[in-house]
């Protein structure tokens, strides 16, 4: 009885605005939709079948998923400001800055050494130097998978500005900027980084991430709090909370 009460109101929570003679805005992209349309038919189909209560409520959540797969509309994102839909027709770009007590020079001369990133950068595994602003990159996927590509630089101006894109055809199509500006009252550096990407899996894939803690926007704020750490006192704290010699 309670799982049917429970899925009843989920179903009712996902069609709350067309009850209130609202037009949703869509915040579900088109493969998810797919999906979901796709997945609700099954669940419902299979709690008919059970012929209880526990199905009845099967059924009302394969409604809801149905709903949202139709109108491509969902609360649950809406709540949270995801948007799916955007993020199919833009990909995702992210920009955070961090002040660092070091001068531009020295900051700007670790970075341009790409093979250094992975210092702080857990998601990569590693950059190897290609030649000629050439590298190629291996970085962590969600599910434990990897993903590589080649980049190139498209800007670099001396201790002020690094750009980097991949090159046509890479598995993760992304590009980055990051630049090195002196903080007011000489109080060090702002390191401004811009990342642009499409995620591995697509759409769905950065949804998930997102769910599960691998939200982008968060591990670029990670890796430049690790950034600081490793300039500032050359090391950086690990998981363990014991700090790792670089």
């Known amino acids: 009885m309670a799982d049917a009460a429970n899925g009843t109101a989920a179903n009712l929570?996902?069609?709350?605005?067309?009850?209130?003679g609202e037009a949703p805005r869509t915040n579900v992209g088109d493969m998810e939709r797919w999906a979901s349309t796709l997945a609700g038919c099954a669940l419902a189909l299979?709690?008919?079948t059970r012929r209880s209560w526990a199905g009845l409520g099967l059924a009302a959540l394969g409604g809801g998923l149905i709903y949202r797969g139709m109108t491509g509309y969902c609360s649950f994102y809406g709540a949270l400001g995801i948007s799916t839909a955007d993020q199919e027709r833009h990909g995702l770009t992210i920009r955070r800055a961090v002040t660092i007590d070091k001068p531009p020079e020295e900051l700007y001369?670790?970075?341009?050494?790409?093979?250094?990133?992975?210092?702080?950068?857990?998601?990569?595994?590693?950059?190897?130097?290609?030649?000629?602003?050439?590298?190629?990159?291996?970085?962590?996927?969600?599910?434990?998978?990897?993903?590589?590509?080649?980049a190139a630089l498209v800007a670099d101006k001396e201790n002020e500005l690094i750009s980097w894109r991949s090159l046509e055809g890479s598995e993760v199509p992304n590009a980055g900027?990051?630049?090195?500006?002196?903080?007011?009252?000489?109080?060090?550096?702002?390191?401004?980084?811009?990342?642009?990407?499409?995620?591995?899996g697509g759409v769905i894939g950065a949804t998930i991430a997102k769910l599960f803690g691998e939200e982008p926007s968060i591990q670029v704020e990670d890796d430049?709090?690790?950034f600081k750490q490793l300039m500032e006192t050359g090391e950086v704290?690990?998981?363990?909370?014991?700090?790792?010699?670089?």
């Open 13 to 20: 929570d996902a069609i709350a605005p067309a009850l209130r």
């Open 46 to 48: 299979f709690g008919l």
């Open 109 to 150: 001369r670790f970075w341009r050494q790409f093979e250094n990133l992975p210092r702080f950068m857990r998601h990569l595994e590693a950059v190897q130097p290609l030649g000629e602003g050439r590298s190629h990159w291996i970085a962590r996927a969600p599910a434990g998978k990897t993903v590589e590509w080649d």
């Open 177 to 200: 900027t990051v630049r090195f500006t002196p903080a007011p009252g000489g109080r060090g550096t702002v390191v401004d980084v811009t990342l642009e990407y499409s995620p591995p």
């Open 224 to 226: 430049l709090r690790r």
């Open 237 to 246: 704290a690990t998981t363990q909370g014991q700090p790792r010699g670089q």
